[in-house]
């Protein structure tokens, strides 16, 4: 397979720094061909690009570009911040057997400020945390060296997350020890953002293939704790529970 992919324009970097300016509908409304052209239709293809690298490490995260990409308008309903439009496109793959937001999976988003790619488990439900916890006390040296690899942290940065200040109840590692930092997540996620410029070069693609490879070891494990711990009929339910997007 050809080296090159799909990629964006320096046109969709203008869009989005102009979109940040004026982020209202009297701007969007007679710029949507526009943003269709040069913002969400080369998405679309980077997506189906990806997917096909995806079968070779991670074929159950393959997703059709129509429901991996997220839409532009911003759900404002909860938010102080009521500006209508995401100044930024992005794509999700989940993996299949769980809702879409549910377990872990791989993001990748383009902006005027950069390109995000993540990987990890953003927003598990109280049970899916449960299980990885549990995992993760039963083999503390595998689970530490498993989310403290070093190639991760080179390219995709070190683990993040949103931490509880106390131990979780029902465990007694010191908080401030590697396990205790484990355990204390309520996210376990690595996430980078590369240079704006990564998004108009033909080498998009590639930049974002090998960060997904180097995560896919934490991803599928993840996944396979959190599946392991589910009734065969919860497993196979893959209607999302939670609407609201990753990033």
């Known amino acids: 397979m050809p080296q090159a992919s799909p990629h964006f324009s320096r046109k969709t970097l203008t869009f989005f720094r102009q979109l940040e300016k004026s982020n209202d509908r009297a701007w969007f409304t007679p710029r949507k061909e526009l943003f ?78 950069g390109v995000e790619v993540a990987g990890g488990m953003y927003m598990p439900e109280p049970e899916e945390l ?3 916890r549990r ?59 590369l240079p704006e410029d990564t998004a108009t070069k033909p080498t998009l693609g590639k930049e974002v293939i090998r960060r997904f490879e180097a995560i896919s070891p934490m991803v599928d494990w993840l996944n396979q704790t959190i599946l392991a711990a589910k009734p065969q009929d919860d497993a196979n339910d893959a209607r999302p529970k939670r609407p609201t997007p990753m990033f």
């Open 36 to 113: 269709e052209a040069e913002c969400r239709t080369p998405m679309l293809d980077l997506v189906a690009w990806l997917n096909e690298r995806l079968t070779k490490f991670a074929v159950d995260h393959v997703t059709e570009p129509k429901k991996a990409v997220y839409r532009v308008y911003r759900d404002t309903r909860f938010s102080k911040d009521k500006t209508p439009y995401k100044t930024h496109i992005g794509a999700i793959f989940p993996r299949k057997g769980l809702s879409r937001h549910g377990g872990a999976g791989y993001y990748v988003g383009v902006s005027h400020k």
């Open 130 to 132: 449960s299980a990885v």
């Open 135 to 193: 995992a993760i006390a039963a083999d503390p040296k595998a689970a530490i060296k498993l989310f403290e690899n070093r190639t991760i942290a080179k390219l995709v940065g070190p683990l993040q997350g949103w931490q509880a200040v106390r131990m979780v109840k029902g465990y007694d590692a010191d908080p401030a020890s590697p396990l205790g930092n484990l355990l204390r997540r309520k996210q376990l996620y690595c996430y980078v953002t």
